[in-house]
């Protein structure tokens, strides 16, 4: 047996050994190929974007120089920007401004880049600027850049120790401007471009409509972009995936030389990358044909030896769960499974003769615990009976002994039932109503009685004379001479939680329970003290306890007399015993 064992811990311990080897093999291999290729296609393809995004942007900056040259080139002699600046005569210096203003437009009307070209002559009387448009816009938003542009020149070039470039940056929230200039004496002559025509040529290198361009200063704030959201750029990640929207983008920036500010791209990395998704695919082939090869391993594995053992499993829990009937036919190609099922049978039909012998014992018990109980009982109520018949035989009232025999008759077939025997709610009212019956008999005038079931309530099953033993009570401790006895039932359903539970209330108007009896009530293990008091309530909550376990629960209380409230679970049992029949019988 023991070398059975251990040859089938070994065989199991070898095939996990293998899965565990095969696994990490190929997860080592996998991660290495694809770690190496992909990089390595990806790092290239980088370079290529980076190399294409400074070749735009050269020829972006070549562009932009070659106009700002021109411009040199045709107002660098220019004698109207000198009168402009010194002249006296007014019809000169208009002739000078209107000379100006159309060699600006001749410039601006072959170059669609532009948004406007001026002129400004900070130093002239009247401060002169000129300003020539060169494609549409808003007048207002051109005001806006022409004040920005003259007090730029004014507070930062024109002081005496002015550091200024000959360029600035200008975001007005809508659109994102650059202001390109040089000065001629002592004037400037400049252009102003919008982001979106500086930014129009890279739309091929994005692939448009897939990817953003932007521009940006030398800290990284946006002063264009095509981006959902101009927030600001982190130029350290260039070359870097990021993330835009939760989709990944190639990050690129190259600086204009001419006018230190960064003009970048944001790509698809599913663009950049199309060159590694055949490397990816290959792979993903690779791995596929790794898993299709172990899970035909693993269907063998579970056909030979996880089948079986799955089905021993199942077993074991039916066996747990009673079925003791079970036996395991199963047929294995490996001995030890075989060597295994044999056992596990023995094993079960041994169990289930010592389960059943160690049953019958607690059956027996419990028989013998629900007699005693019962017992209990009886005595109580037949003493009473016994004293109310000699008493009317004592007067020789006949009629009444005759009425009462009968109620007696009634009450001991209910009582001499099975002593296991579960009753209806119903059944136990008409129980006690036969008791009182006698009782009134015996207190003519002093007992009033009222049940009130409701109709949910009537088939519920109950343990008997659970509620007949505190209407004995009711009776025993509070008819009084002084006043007429009133006794109440009343059962309802009560929901608590998913569950259905009958709620008992036996109520009357007598002293109530004693201050001994209800500080009794709330010790651990209540039971009747030593002179025997209390055996009517302690049978109460053995036998629902018994019957229910701790989902019953039984209070005793005073509420203007004494109140007893049991709650047990609800259940509805076929084949109680049929209600008790008016005839005496046999």
């Keep these: 047996m023991k070398n059975l064992i251990r040859h089938k811990k070994s065989l199991l311990f070898w095939i996990n050994t293998f899965f565990i080897i095969l696994l990490g093999l190929c997860a080592a291999v996998l991660l290495i190929f694809y770690s190496l290729s992909t990089n390595s296609l ?5 370079e290529n974007q980076e190399a294409i995004l400074k070749l735009n942007v050269d020829s972006i900056n070549a562009s932009l120089a070659s106009l700002e040259n021109y411009l040199y080139q045709a107002f660098s002699n220019s004698e109207e920007i000198t009168y402009i600046e010194t002249g006296t005569d007014e019809s000169k210096r208009f002739m000078a401004e209107q000379s100006i203003s159309r060699s600006l437009v001749k410039i601006a009307g072959w170059n669609t880049s532009l948004r406007f070209l001026f002129f400004y002559s900070p130093g002239s009387p009247d401060r002169k600027f000129i300003r020539v448009s060169a494609s549409g816009g808003d007048i207002n938003e051109k005001d806006i850049l022409q004040q920005r542009v003259t007090d730029y020149i004014d507070n930062v070039l024109e002081v005496p120790s002015g550091q200024g470039k000959s360029y600035f940056l200008i975001n007005t929230g809508t659109q994102g401007y650059v202001m390109r200039f040089f000065r001629t004496r002592n004037s400037y002559i400049g252009m102003c471009l919008t982001g979106a025509t500086i930014l129009e040529p890279l739309e091929e290198v994005i692939d448009k409509g897939k990817g953003y361009s932007y521009i940006s200063d030398t800290k990284g704030n946006i002063i264009y972009s095509t981006l ?6 982190d130029l350290s990640k260039s070359g870097k995936i990021v993330l835009i929207d ?3 983008y190639l990050q690129l920036g190259y600086l204009s030389g001419d006018s230190d500010f960064y003009i970048g791209t944001f790509t698809g990395a599913d663009t950049v990358y199309r060159q590694t998704a055949r490397m990816e695919r290959l792979i993903f082939a690779f791995i596929a044909a790794i898993l299709l090869l172990l899970a035909g391993l693993t269907l063998a594995i579970r056909k030979s030896l996880y089948r079986p053992i799955r089905k ?3 077993s074991m829990k039916k066996v747990g769960s009673g079925d003791w009937n079970l036996v395991v036919n199963e047929e294995s190609q490996i001995l030890e499974y075989d060597s295994m099922i044999h056992n596990f049978n023995e ?3 041994e169990i289930k003769d010592l389960k059943i012998e160690n049953y019958e014992k607690k059956i027996a018990a419990q028989k013998a615990f629900l007699q005693y109980l019962q017992l209990q009982v009886n005595p109580h109520f037949y003493l009473n009976a016994l004293n109310i018949i000699y008493s009317l035989a004592q007067v020789q009232d006949y009629e009444m002994i005759q009425k009462l025999t009968m109620a007696l008759v009634q009450y001991s077939r209910y009582t001499f039932r099975k002593p296991d025997a579960m009753v209806t709610v119903q059944q136990e009212i008409e129980h006690v109503e036969n008791y009182i019956s006698i009782q009134q008999i015996r207190f003519p005038g ?3 009685f009222t049940a009130k079931i409701s109709t949910e309530a009537e088939d519920a099953v109950i343990p008997p004379f659970i509620i007949q033993t505190f209407v004995e009570n009711s009776v025993k401790y509070a008819v009084s001479e002084g006043k007429q006895n009133k006794i109440t039932v009343r059962g309802t359903l009560l929901e608590i939680g998913e569950d259905l539970s009958v709620k008992l209330e036996i109520r009357d108007n007598g002293p109530g329970y004693s201050s001994a009896v209800l500080e009794h009530m709330q010790a651990d293990g209540w039971s009747p003290d030593n002179k025997g008091n209390q055996i009517g309530i302690n049978n109460v909550m053995q ?5 229910f376990g701790s989902k019953a629960t039984m209070v005793l209380r005073n509420n203007g007399g004494a109140e ?8 509805w049992e076929e084949g109680t015993d049929e209600p008790l029949s008016d005839s005496p019988g046999r």
Excluded: D, H
């Design 564 to 571: 007893t409230v049991i709650i047990v679970p609800l259940r």
């Design 446 to 448: 002093k007992i009033l």
């Design 228 to 233: 959902p959201e101009e927030t600001a750029v």
């Design 42 to 46: 990806r790092n290239q393809e980088t």
């Design 312 to 314: 021993m499993e199942q």
């Design 543 to 547: 036998r629902i306890r018994l019957v």
């Design 347 to 349: 094993m079960v039909s």
């Design 246 to 248: 939760g989709n990944p």
